[in-house]
């Protein structure tokens, strides 16, 4: 599952990857983002009321009402920033949303560490080409999340995008899942095409048009 990733291309060069006005860029001065978290605002495109691309900050991970175990009480609420793909047609949470509601998620490379590991084996994935992280676009579906706090209700405009089995290099890293990239040539597919038609780019991307472009290796603990 993925929790991390970055997007550190230009507002103009996603105006131009992703066919966005002008007048629809609602980005302002943004700048590059090298990592970006669950709760953390990142860019996406989405249409808009006339079908138009429009190029917009979300926060990443739907929110829900989250409770503690013990007292029963309202806490931090849960971000549920990927969607598997194989639930996303049936899952009350993702439905209405996959059916209604798709949207690209730009990023340059994402990370990933072994399940049960820890973040210091991280591997960071990118795409191969003439940069050393080419811009791309992650699967996603956005909606206005309504939940509980502490301090009372709450909304929030969020995005996630979707997982899928995971290739010959990212198996070696996570073994499940890897996140849904997008061949340029079917982002419109994924924006305005059919839920049928979605569901069949929701699969792995070729591993041999992907790289590790960064990796980390835990610290052995000092035998004294």
Known sequence: MCNLYSNTTA?????????????????GNAEPLSAIYPKYEA?????????????????????TTKKSKKTGNVIAPAAW??????KVATSGLWKYSFQ????????SSYCEWPPGGRPQNYHWFALKGDEPRPPFAF??????????TKEGPETCETHTFLTTTGNELTRNVHPERMP??????????????????ALELLRPY???????????????????
């Open 11 to 27: 507002v103009e060069a996603m105006r131009q990857l992703f066919a966005v006005p002008v007048a629809k860029d609602r980005l």
């Open 43 to 63: 860019p996406v495109v989405r249409l808009d009321k006339d079908g138009d691309h429009e190029l917009i900050n979300l926060s990443w991970g739907f929110r």
């Open 81 to 86: 920033n990927n969607a598997r793909s194989d």
């Open 100 to 107: 209604h509601r798709r949207c690209l998620v730009p990023a």
């Open 139 to 148: 699967a996603g579906m956005w909606q206005m999340s309504k939940y509980e």
């Open 180 to 197: 849904v990239i997008l061949n340029p040539k079917e982002y419109e597919a994924w924006l305005y095409g059919s839920t049928d038609h």
């Open 206 to 224: 070729p591993a041999e048009k992907m790289q590790i472009v960064r990796k980390g290796v835990e610290e052995k603990a000092d035998p004294g």
